[in-house]
């Protein structure tokens, strides 16, 4: 079972960037019983550490970058505590400052900290300029062995936030296992509804057992016909099944681990699987999104699955991304 006790949360001294952040990084800590690691990373003065080389062709004294960076670490720690005073009271909290270019330094702090779950911010964008999630996130979130929570920073501050009701699309394969295991650890740290999504985008895919459909070949080939389409029915008839009988599975799992009154809802329908998704989320507004991703190395990894990219660009709730391999 996942765990929360170890939350990484990569803030930007901007408020409204941050508050949505902490404010979820907070919930979760709450819910679980967890500590925060705030995490900022200063790239202004990366470049000019004493003896680099930019800092010797620009004529900068290091006795002057030292001084910037005392000033900066000085601001920004008072910045980081007003926000701990405002937002996370009663969580326990540590502030992490270091150098680097960002994405890197996160990912090294994921892995010296140890932690059980990164909290961090994207840049709403329009959809002009959506063609990537945004550099940082979208190289953590490739690369990161830990689930990674995405908040979408917005322009207002929005209202406290609540897990209340989560959306889970699943593929039934074995990466999506760990996707159910943090659904049932949110369920059993309160939340209510559930919402179980399955698209079937191929009825012909090995998963659905297609050669187990029982078909009357004669009365199929005459129907194929006057209707060729139907001659592919019984096969999304079949796995149309198989998935409601795989979601009835998983919806008792994670009933038999909340602590009752709790709704599961399963829900299967057709087409490709983002749209689905995406359709599901604006009719339902979950709060939040769990995906599970399909492990991957090399260079494999240099892009997100597909879906997943899809959904947490176009949707305006968070996403916890859980990797296979965390």
Not at 229 to 244: I, L, M, T
Request: charged share 20%; with cysteine; hydrophobic share 40%.
């Amino acid at each position: 079972m996942p765990e929360a006790k170890n939350i990484l949360v990569a803030v930007e001294l901007h408020e409204q960037h941050a508050v949505p952040v902490l404010q979820w990084a907070t919930l979760m800590a709450r819910r679980a019983g967890g500590r925060l690691t705030l995490l900022h990373v200063n790239e202004a003065t990366a470049s000019l550490q004493t003896g680099g080389a930019f800092s010797r062709t620009s004529g900068i004294e290091p006795e002057t970058v030292e001084r910037w960076r005392h000033q900066y670490g000085a601001t920004t720690r008072a910045e980081l505590h007003s926000l701990l005073a405002q937002h996370c009271v009663g969580v326990p909290a540590d502030i992490l400052l270091l150098e680097g270019r960002t994405p890197a330094v996160i990912l090294g702090a994921i892995e010296s900290t140890n932690c059980d779950l990164v909290v961090m911010g994207t840049h709403g964008r329009p959809w002009y300029e959506r063609a990537l999630i945004g550099s940082t996130a979208e190289a953590v979130l490739r690369a990161s062995f830990a689930p990674v929570l995405i908040v979408h920073n917005t322009s207002a501050l929005p209202a406290l936030p609540q897990l209340s009701r989560l959306l889970f699309p699943t593929d039934f394969s074995p990466a999506s296992i760990k996707g159910e295991e943090w659904t049932r650890f949110l369920v059993a740290h309160g939340t209510h509804e559930v919402l179980l999504v399955h698209t079937v985008e191929n009825p012909l895919l090995d998963l659905y057992n297609p050669d187990t459909v029982n078909v009357d070949v004669r009365r199929l080939m005459e129907e194929s016909r006057q209707h060729p389409p139907r001659s592919a029915q019984p096969f999304w008839d079949h796995a149309y099944q198989f998935a409601h009988a795989k979601l009835s599975e998983v919806r008792q799992q994670i009933l038999s681990t909340s602590q009752g009154g709790d709704q599961v809802e399963v829900l299967v329908s057709e087409g490709p699987a983002a749209e689905h998704i995406l359709h599901v989320a604006e009719q339902k507004t979950p709060d939040l999104i769990v995906m599970a991703t399909h492990g991957r190395t090399g260079m494999q990894r240099f892009l997100l699955g597909s879906v997943t990219n899809k959904v947490v660009r176009a949707v305006s709730c968070p996403v916890l991304v859980v990797p296979n391999h965390s």
